[in-house]
């Protein structure tokens, strides 16, 4: 089945602006959603279909999908923005139709 | 406003059953378009996909687990019920139910039940 690939951490300094990514083979072809996901908490959709924003998510968050390659950007880094993220799409390649998640990328912010 | 909360046992035994609710308001899975997804993570670990079920009640599974899980709905009563089978220590985890939504070419999930935490041990 199709695989999302992330790295496992992103440290990034307050004000700074975080790059997360997500691999897949030809991902550009797929829609990609990411979730932010607190300690204790329940995930937050924070970006669907590549670049949109759902309401309340600030716009210095923002999603892109080129190649092989989505990504997560956040500018003007603050102390809240530190969760996971995770990246997901649904995969309808194959004779199963499956979601498919990306393994977490952990935001420290320094 | 769009809610979801998953209910059900907070421990389970090996080889038994697992029965979880997610019992949702604002919306209808009578309506063309909704679905429900359970969603599991493992202490520490990501998130990982078990199933989904449409308003027209279709359903797709994890294929690494379907021979274990059952999802329906009772529509009369806004909910849907996750049913998995033979349960395993490594099936501890936070169930996360979430409402489906969809473009032209994707699925994601908006918003999110707070989750219930299951222990399998004996």
């Known amino acids: 089945s199709y695989v999302l690939t992330q790295s496992p951490s992103v440290s990034v300094a307050p004000g700074k602006t975080a790059k997360i990514t997500c691999g897949g083979n030809?991902?550009?072809?797929?829609?990609v959603h990411w979730y932010q996901q607190k300690p204790g908490q329940a995930p937050l959709l924070v970006i669907y279909?590549?670049?949109d924003r759902p309401s309340g998510i600030p716009e210095r968050i923002s999603g892109s999908n080129s190649g092989n390659t989505a990504t997560l950007t956040i500018s003007r880094v603050e102390a809240g923005d530190e969760a996971d993220y995770y990246c997901?799409?649904?995969?309808?390649?194959?004779?199963?139709?499956?979601?498919?998640f990306g393994g977490g990328t952990k935001l420290t912010v320094l | 406003q769009i809610t979801l909360k998953e209910s059900g046992p907070a421990l389970v035994k090996p080889t038994q059953t697992l029965t979880l609710t997610c019992t949702f308001s604002?919306?209808?899975?009578?309506?063309?378009?909704?679905?429900v997804g359970w969603i599991r993570q493992s202490p520490g670990k990501a998130l990982e996909w078990l199933a989904l079920?449409?308003?027209?009640?279709?359903?797709r599974y994890r294929p690494s687990l379907e021979t274990r899980l059952t999802i329906t709905k009772d529509t009369s009563k806004n909910q849907v019920v996750l049913i998995m089978t033979n349960m395993d220590p490594v099936d501890t985890g936070t169930y996360y139910c979430?409402?489906?939504?969809?473009?032209?070419?994707?699925?994601?999930?908006?918003?999110w039940g707070p989750g219930t935490l299951v222990t399998v041990s004996s």
């Open positions: 979430a409402h489906r939504q969809a473009g032209s070419s994707g699925t994601w999930f908006d918003p």
């Open positions: 997901q799409v649904w995969d309808s390649s194959s004779d199963q139709w499956e979601v498919i």
């Open positions: 079920l449409y308003w027209n009640d279709d359903k």
């Open positions: 030809n991902i550009v072809r797929k829609s």
């Open positions: 279909d590549d670049s």
């Open positions: 604002g919306f209808s899975l009578t309506t063309s378009g909704v679905g």
